[in-house]
């Protein structure tokens, strides 16, 4: 089992920043992905960005590239991921997911993050 605990959502302004944290314990494997969805209300739940754990390997939404990173620090088994330029259609629950090298996925409890105009 592996346990997921997420913070650093909130209220931001449009044009702000925030940044997600999500650190990871339990049954980590060395070679993992770990990363970010949302789910706006009503919609279905969306990746967002995700890294690997050896190489740092990333991959991001369309909609976020360019306004967002993400990063990890290994050796605290923590992803983050930095918002900048928020825009209200970035409001939605940011759920952290860590999957391992057999595909077995776990999710975080998900974090508020809301954008007003």
């Known amino acids: 089992q592996v346990q997921l605990v997420e913070s650093g959502g909130g209220l931001v302004q449009a044009g702000g920043s925030l940044r997600l944290s999500c650190a990871a314990s339990g049954n980590i494997f060395s070679i993992n992905t770990m990363g970010w969805f949302r789910q706006a209300p009503g919609k279905q739940r969306e990746l967002v960005a995700t890294i690997t754990s050896g190489g740092g390997m990333t991959n991001y939404a369309d909609s976020v590239k360019g306004r967002f990173t993400i990063s990890r620090d290994n050796a605290k088994n923590t992803v983050y991921l930095q918002m900048n330029s928020l825009k209200p259609e970035d409001t939605a629950v940011y759920y952290c997911?860590?999957?391992?090298?057999?595909?077995?996925?776990?999710w975080g409890q998900g974090t508020q993050v809301t954008v007003s105009s």
């Open positions: 997911r860590y999957m391992d090298s057999r595909s077995h996925h776990y």
